[in-house]
Every structure is written in C-alpha cells, then in structure tokens.
C-alpha cells in the first residue's frame, strides 16, 4: 500500500475486498491482531445478557468506515454502524470536497450536563427558592461527594441554577444542577446526584420532591463545525445557488426541517451507534435544540463566502462519552474509538459534529441536482434482487438491469431471474 499511512484519504477503498480493507485500517489505526478478529466476531452472549435482560441473541448492523476526514488539521478515518446504503459514501464524498479547503474546524463547549430537581408543594415559593441559591456551596459539596473520580479528573457539579415554572398543578421548582462529566457521557453520574441532592432541596424548602433526573436538552454542552465546499468542484455558482434554495425551506419549514435533520443524524447516529453511545439520547438533545427559538428548524446553516464558494455550519448539544456506559463495555465499540484515535469526549464530539454536516451537505447537494435516488438505487437493486432470490453471480447482473430500466421493483427482479436463469 502506497498512501501515506495517516491520510484518511484513500482512493479507491470501496474497490478493495473486505479483508484488504481490515488490513488498512490494522494499519491506519494500529491494531492488534486480537483486535482486527473483532471485525468478524458478534457480540459475547455472557457480555449481552449483562447488559440487557431477557437475551436471546444479538442484532448486527453492517460496520464501514467514512474516509477523507480531515478535522482541525487532523486525518480521522470514522467508523460508522449503519442499515441505511450510501451513507458512509456520501459522508466520506462530502469530506473529500472539504479537504479542499482544510477540512473541518471545530469548537466547543466544556462537557456540561443538566440534571434537574422538581419540587412541588411550597407555600412561599420564591423563599424556597431563595433558600436554595443561598446554600449553593453546601449542595454543589454534597453533589462532588458522590463522584470523587469525575472531580479527581477535573470534573463535578459546577453550577446550581432555580427557575420556578407555573403550571397545571400551580407553580413548582425546577432545581438545575450543572455537571461538568468530562469525557463521560454523564447520565448516571448526574443522576446520582441529583437523588443525593433530594433530601436536602426538601429540608430547605419545605418542599415535596418528585422528578430527580438528567435533561436531554444538553444546550450546555454544544458543539459547532464548519467547512468551506469548493464552488468548482460542486459545479459552479449554479449548483451554490440550487443548494441555498433548497436549503433554505429546511430553515422555514419543518416538514422539510425534520428531514434534512433526519439526514444529519443519519451521519451522527452511525458514529454514535459504532462508539457505543446513546443514541435516543443524542436524538433527543439535537430535535429539541433545533426548536430552541419556538419553531423547529434546521440545525445546519448555509451561506456563500466573499469568493462564492458554499460554507457550511452546524450547531448542536453532542451528549457523548468516550468512557463508562455501554461504550466501554462492548468490544467493538472500544474498538471503533480506537479507529478515531479519540483522546476525549469532546474530540469525539468535534468529529460526530462534522459527520454531521457532511451528510447533511451530501444529501442537501444530491437533492439539489440530481436527487437522491440515483445514488441509492444502485445499492437498493442489489437489496432487492436478494430479496428475489438471485443467487450470488446474479445480484449485480439483474440489479444493473433495474437500474437501467429504471424499474427497482420486487416483481421485476423476479421475472429478470426467470429470464436469464
Ligand atoms: P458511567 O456511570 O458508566 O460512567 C461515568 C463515570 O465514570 C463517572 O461518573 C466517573 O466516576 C467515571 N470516570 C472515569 N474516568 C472518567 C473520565 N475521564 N471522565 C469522566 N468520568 C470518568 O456512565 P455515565 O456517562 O454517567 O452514563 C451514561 C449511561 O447512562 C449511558 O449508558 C446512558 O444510556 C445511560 N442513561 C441515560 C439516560 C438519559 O439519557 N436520560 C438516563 C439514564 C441512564
């Protein structure tokens, strides 16, 4: 193999087999050979019946790898499990465009989290909350009390904010505590201490606790990226021009917004599934983060830059760990951060943002030109003359076939079979 070793550039991969492809990435990433075998292995029956209940089996998802990512100055090669045919090839195309003019930079915030306390039944509702802010100091010790660790890496409970929302019910006290978990995704951890937080938020305020839990919306922990798409290299000013139009009804109206969103999480959720992460979590922040200002809308933003190329940006709370949770306990997950090459969470969450806004600009371009069929179908057709039963030496024949008549369809894929068998 001719490439430089650490260029996530690679031409030509998809051509490989699979075992040439195993062989790069041993390589790319320094495995070990017990760590290449996991490519094929599934998941240890004894780990699964650990980390669910009521196991039968696992449930395997195709694994691949998104080239061309170069991200602050820095080649990644990004594992992504996934069902869903072209992604992990538009993701790797759109970083390719990108690398044209340096990639993707990245920023963010400090990893914090949200836990929330509610309390109910207080007679003198601005006291109780007065009370609370004046032993701050006291809560956020007994929060740090519960997690030495997460302190002793620079983390722990941080903040405590109060805010008093009427509702049905009559008015209560939301507690919110705030909790820098490192390179956590930090549930448990904050979860831990808001139950420890209870009773000394029902002593100060007189107060019934009910919910003691974390907040999804991680608006406290956002990541943004951005790249520079070469104006020549997606067709000229015209093509620029065809992808803000398009764009630009993600940003006005949600039934679009809720696709073209669909289709960044198409990119995050992959990456999110191959680390291990929590991925209804991660659903759950960015839906939420893209109605922050009352309408939902896109979480991506677009605009030309003084020499008309397009430049694109992202912005959303990446809620993702890189130790504890599901993540470090699945093989193939420690795996896949090890093919990052991650050293935190928020690098991690810097890439997963960028995976982002290359499948959204993929799709966002694909629609604007040539739609998105033409590149799903191919892959599609071979889905589909399996499912007819074509036998190995068939499926690209009669999946050519279909996509030349323009007909990808169940039936026709039968009777191409009866045809030419
Ligand atoms: P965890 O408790 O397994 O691991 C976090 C702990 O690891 C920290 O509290 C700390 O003690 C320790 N740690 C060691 N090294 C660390 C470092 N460098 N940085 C930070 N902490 C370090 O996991 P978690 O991240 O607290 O929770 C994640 C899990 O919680 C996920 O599996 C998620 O699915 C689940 N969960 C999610 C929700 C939700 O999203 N609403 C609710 C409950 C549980």
């Keep these: 193999m001719v490439e430089d070793k650490k260029s996530s550039q690679i031409s030509g991969f998809y051509k490989k087999s699979i075992k040439e492809r195993v062989e790069f990435i041993k390589n790319f990433s320094e495995l070990t050979d017990e760590e290449t075998k996991l490519f094929s292995s599934i998941l240890d029956l004894e780990i ?32 992504m499990a996934t069902e869903e045919s072209s992604v992990i090839a538009a993701s790797s195309n759109a970083a390719k465009i990108a690398r044209i003019h340096g990639g993707f930079t990245t920023e963010c915030t400090d990893p914090l989290m949200i836990g ?29 009390d519960q997690d030495k660790v997460l302190v002793s890496f620079g983390g722990g409970a941080k903040d405590i904010e109060v805010r008093i929302l009427d509702s049905p019910l009559g008015k209560m006290i939301v507690t ?48 943004k990226a951005k790249a520079v798409f070469d104006k020549e290299k997606i067709g000229g000013a015209h093509v620029v021009d065809a992808f803000l139009e398009s764009y630009t009804l993600a940003v006005i109206d949600p039934y679009r917004a809720a696709t073209h969103n669909k289709g960044i999480m198409n990119g995050i959720d992959s990456v999110i599934i191959a680390t291990g992460n929590d991925f209804r979590a991660i659903e759950a922040g960015a839906h939420v983060y893209a109605a922050r200002n009352g309408q939902y809308t896109s979480l991506s933003s677009y605009y030309k830059d003084k020499n008309g190329n397009l430049v694109g940006e992202i912005e959303l709370p990446l809620a993702v760990g890189i130790v504890g949770g599901a993540g470090n306990i699945h093989p193939k997950a420690r795996l896949c951060k090890k093919i990052i090459g991650i050293k935190t969470a928020q690098e991690l969450a810097e890439v997963v943002a960028s995976v982002g806004l290359a499948q959204n600009f993929a799709a966002v371009f694909a ?8 590149g799903h179908m191919s892959l599609h057709a071979k889905n589909i003359a399996v499912m007819a039963g074509a036998t190995k030496d068939e499926i690209d024949k009669i999946a050519d076939q279909m996509v030349k008549e323009g007909k990808i369809k169940l039936d026709r894929a039968k009777e191409i079979i009866e045809e030419t068998r």
Excluded: W
């Excluded at 650990?50 to 990004?78: C, H, Q, S, W």
């Excluded at 549930?187 to 209870?198: G, Q, R, S, W, Y």
């Design 367 to 374: 629609l604007s030109t040539v739609g998105i069929q033409k």
């Design 176 to 223: 919110h505590l705030i909790v820098d978990v490192r390179d956590a995704m930090g549930a448990n951890a904050v979860n831990t201490m808001c139950e420890a937080l209870a009773p000394m938020l029902e002593e100060l305020t007189g107060g019934k606790i009910r919910l003691k839990i974390l907040s999804n919306l991680a608006d406290k922990r956002i990541v």
């Design 116 to 144: 929330q306390m509610q309390l109910l039944h207080m007679d003198d509702i601005a006291g109780a909350a007065q009370n609370i802010m004046g032993h701050k100091a006291e809560l956020l010790k007994l929060a740090n």
């Design 48 to 79: 699964a019946d650990r980390m669910v209940e009521n196991v039968l089996g696992t449930f395997d998802l195709p694994l691949g790898v998104a080239l061309n990512f170069k991200i602050n100055g820095k080649d990644y090669i990004i594992p």
